[in-house]
């Protein structure tokens, strides 16, 4: 489809409420999460670490029952769509349609409104624009005769069998400088975005393409869009012989730090395994796959950063290290280790001899052969290191320096149990006093504690003293700001809103009304113009009250599924807390009825208004000295609202100190 048609589209429309409905009838929470996160379960819940923050213990738990997700952590969750929208930085309506397609959806859109079409993403044109040339470039491997002559023989050449070219996307870019910027501005599409993408160079006489006359490997991320390029540049002339690579520059939709090439086609394995092969460039990935190894993934010559080891965590705790045994193999493999055991993960080395990398090494021995040989010589750190640094040194003080570094890698493990055993292994090994050993595996710990109060003081000062304006908070600040009876009330409203609590209430003209949960707090706190301090609060209880009279209203499923991604992950954030866990919570709120509960709440909510206004009494009592012009209806104000507070808590059954 063209790319103006497709603007069109994602710019006119909008997934209508009937849609949307059917879209979270077919959810299952646990599937979309277990897309991204490993999941274990855990009575009937399920958890796994959190993909929001730097989670050590697993603390993400997601509820099929509720289909919520939450961190006890962080305070992250929501529902399926909230969960997408904050993973994968996506829009509401992107989310939608990513669960629309994973169900097997028809989408039925709705007219955006103005501000809605100045919304629209320009991460989504960019993704668009790549979609459409990973597409092209495969094509022309297949379709196009210098594509299959050079680009499919490059390949077959290298023994890669079609099947695999279609898993991983592999495409060709054909040698004229300009050809894919020439055939997408016939698509329609924006020179804007081929240059945004990497696509394209602006040159001063125009623009040209990146990867013109590569084999071309594309970068899915973990929901499978395709966010970059990689290409491997080939001589026809010379039948293919390797040149150099080229790959996508950093963009809106791309940093090669936090992306590793195969994460998408290997993550179900990786759960499936509980373990994952880390190697170093495209054609291993795609080598492991034809020998039926495919939880394996390439940081593709770039270091081993903190965001690709976080992403790998979520699948698994268990890597393999899988690296040429030459000096850069060797390298890359004590370059990663220390990262790797801070971020808690359990790591084995693999060195493959006489020089051969995965790919060249699958291409000499079976499948059945490459499996053996990795499950008989990769060994854990402490061996790799020992053999590595003290194979043939006598001298002492190296030898001293040698063991200090294992002793450093030990050091880093945060869990003190794991910790502890590579101490005992490590003195086993290296026939070394263990007291020794902890005395200075506790240095080195000591050493990091104090760089990283060092380093927080510094960021400390670097902050500016301004505070940030309001507008710029997101939803968790803004729950922050209100209280913790107003955070309850709603609670209350999320979860049984349209349950009656009070029956044949007498009325002014004799007639009777009954009222629900969200009826009841909009009108105990209207009859004293009182509302939330939270304006998303307000409009939740506004929408409650508004939609009571419908027959099939149940406000914790209409709020989970509001069009406001803000209020469905409020909804979903209240829907569940760490105390529904405690047994003697749940007896606790089962002593007294919903009914008596919502009482308590406003009433504490009134409380809660008097105090401030007392406060804030005070403090102009305080600023008005000696003066007692002023201070006279300071006072008098003050009586009366410390009479009006006291009668409160009389009523609530509070006692409370005038």
């Not at 899915?220 to 966010?227: E, I």
Request: net charge negative; glycine share 6%.
């Amino acid at each position: 489809m063209a790319f103006y048609a497709l603007i069109r589209i994602f710019a006119h429309a909008m997934i209508d409420r009937a849609t949307v409905d059917k879209i979270m009838d077919a959810v299952n929470i646990v599937d979309v999460v277990g897309e991204f996160v490993n999941l274990r379960k855990s009575g009937v819940n399920y958890k796994g670490l959190c993909p929001f923050h730097d989670d050590k213990t697993p603390s993400f738990m997601v509820s099929p029952a509720r289909q919520i997700c939450k961190c006890f952590s962080c305070g992250e969750g929501g529902n399926a769509v909230n969960f997408l929208m904050k993973h994968e930085q996506i829009t509401y309506p992107e989310a939608l349609r990513w669960l629309a397609k994973k169900y097997n959806i028809e989408i039925q859109e709705r007219e955006l409104s103005d501000d809605e079409k100045r919304e629209q993403s320009e991460r989504e044109s960019m993704f668009v624009v790549n979609e459409w040339a990973c597409d092209y470039f495969h094509n022309i491997l297949k379709n196009d005769v210098d594509g299959i002559a050079i680009g499919k023989q490059y390949f077959r050449s290298r023994g890669i069998r079609d099947d695999i070219m279609e898993r991983f996307k592999l495409g060709f870019a054909l040698t004229k400088r300009d050809a894919l910027a020439n055939e997408a501005r016939r698509k329609g599409y924006k020179e804007e975005f081929l240059v945004k993408t990497g696509l394209c160079i602006d040159g001063e006489h125009g623009i040209y393409d990146r990867f013109a006359g590569r084999a071309i490997f594309p970068w899915l991320n973990v929901s499978g869009k395709v966010v970059a390029f990689g290409g491997r540049k080939l001589d026809a002339a010379t039948k293919g012989v390797q040149q150099k690579y080229v790959n996508s520059p950093d963009s809106e939709i791309y940093h090669k730090e936090r992306e590793l090439y195969g994460i998408y086609q290997a993550k179900k394995a990786i759960v499936k395994e509980d373990c994952v092969y880390m190697v170093e460039g495209y054609t291993d990935v795609i080598a492991m796959h034809q020998c039926g190894l495919e939880n394996v993934v390439a940081n593709s010559g770039t270091a081993l950063s903190i965001y690709q080891i976080r992403l790998l965590h979520r699948f698994t705790p268990n890597i393999v290290l899988l690296y040429d045994g030459d000096a850069a193999g060797i390298h890359a493999a004590m370059r990663g280790t220390d990262m790797l055991l801070q971020e808690g993960m359990n790591v084995k080395v693999l060195l493959l001899p006489d020089g051969d990398d995965p790919d060249s090494f699958s291409r000499k021995h079976t499948a059945q052969q490459f499996k053996e040989y990795i499950e008989q010589h990769q060994t854990d750190f402490i061996q790799f290191k020992t053999e590595l640094l003290l194979k043939g040194v006598s001298d002492p003080i190296k030898r001293a320096e040698a063991i200090n570094n294992i002793v450093r890698s030990v050091s880093v493990i945060p869990d003190p149990i794991v910790r502890a055993t590579y101490i005992t292994e490590c003195s086993r090994r290296l026939k070394v006093n263990e007291r020794t050993l902890i005395t200075q595996t506790n240095k080195f710990i000591a050493g990091d504690k104090e760089e990283q109060r060092k380093t927080a003081e510094r960021e400390q000062l670097r902050q500016p003293l301004a505070a940030e304006p309001i507008e710029n908070y997101g939803l968790h600040t803004l729950q922050e700001q209100a209280s913790e009876v107003e955070r309850l009330l709603m609670q209350n409203i999320i979860r049984h809103g349209e349950e009656i609590i009070f029956d044949g209430l007498e009325t002014d003209d004799g007639g009777t009304v009954s009222l629900n949960v969200a009826q009841y707090v909009d009108y105990d706190l209207s009859s004293d113009n009182l509302s939330f301090s939270n304006d998303l609060y307000n409009t939740v209880l506004r929408e409650a009250v508004e939609h009571s009279a419908d027959p099939d209203f149940k406000a914790s499923d209409y709020f989970l599924r509001h069009p406001d991604p803000a209020i469905s992950q409020l909804a979903a954030t209240l829907g569940i807390d760490s105390h529904q866990l405690s047994k003697s919570f749940m007896m606790k709120n089962s002593e007294t009825t919903l009914r008596q509960r919502v009482q308590h709440l406003i009433l504490d909510f009134r409380l809660d208004i008097v105090s401030k206004q007392l406060s804030a009494i005070q403090q102009q009592m305080k600023e008005a000295g000696a003066d007692m012009e002023k201070l006279r209806p300071l006072m008098d104000n003050y009586k009366q609202m410390l009479q009006l507070r006291n009668a409160l808590a009389q009523q609530r059954g509070s006692d409370v100190i005038a």
